[in-house]
């Protein structure tokens, strides 16, 4: 709790990004039905990996490798999850795959291949959770731990540079 208390005292583009997503996930839990649930918790995850770069063909080492211009919607989740949660290539084939059967049910529900009351999600719903679970762990870390590293690059740079020195605060013997 005191990482998020931390986390929505930052105020940017990302933090907002993580708020929505965190709203509909909120709505997934609280919501009894499970087919409603289930959808309201692939709207968190559209919101939290779903949003197409400003630049084309951006790479950065927790990002995939996937030109989001030319691939859909299921594929540019599933490798942005998958590269953002997983170390290796095993992890993020299971996250791929988790990710588009979830997205699949997630199309028969909502384009009504499938009534509400037909379809089981509980399987998809649950790894789908725990993936966005995971997700959001990460990124508020991250986004906390990267604030926290700003902040402190901020005071440093504010302190007179002839008292950066470590022998200022060391005694000419080495003691304190």
Known sequence: ???????????????????????WYGL????????LSFIYLNI???ALFGKKSKQKNKKNKNESQVDDFNVSTTQLIAERLAYFLASN???RNWIRDAFK??????CSLVHGVKKLHDISTH?????????VKRAFRKEIQNHVESYKEA?????FASIPATTRSPEVFFAH???F
Not at 28 to 35: D, T
Not at 101 to 106: C, D, K, S
Not at 123 to 131: A, D, F
């Open 101 to 106: 059967m979830a997205y699949r049910v997630r």
């Open 28 to 35: 997934s839990i609280l919501e009894p039905k499970e087919a």
């Open 173 to 175: 013997d080495g003691t």
């Open 89 to 91: 290539e095993e992890d």
């Open 1 to 23: 709790m005191k990482r998020i208390a931390e986390f929505l005292k930052v105020k940017d583009e990302k933090k907002i990004t993580i708020t929505n997503s965190l709203d």
């Open 44 to 46: 968190a995850t559209e």
């Open 151 to 155: 902040s402190i690059k901020q005071i």
């Open 123 to 131: 399987k998809e719903h649950s790894t789908l959770e725990y993936i």
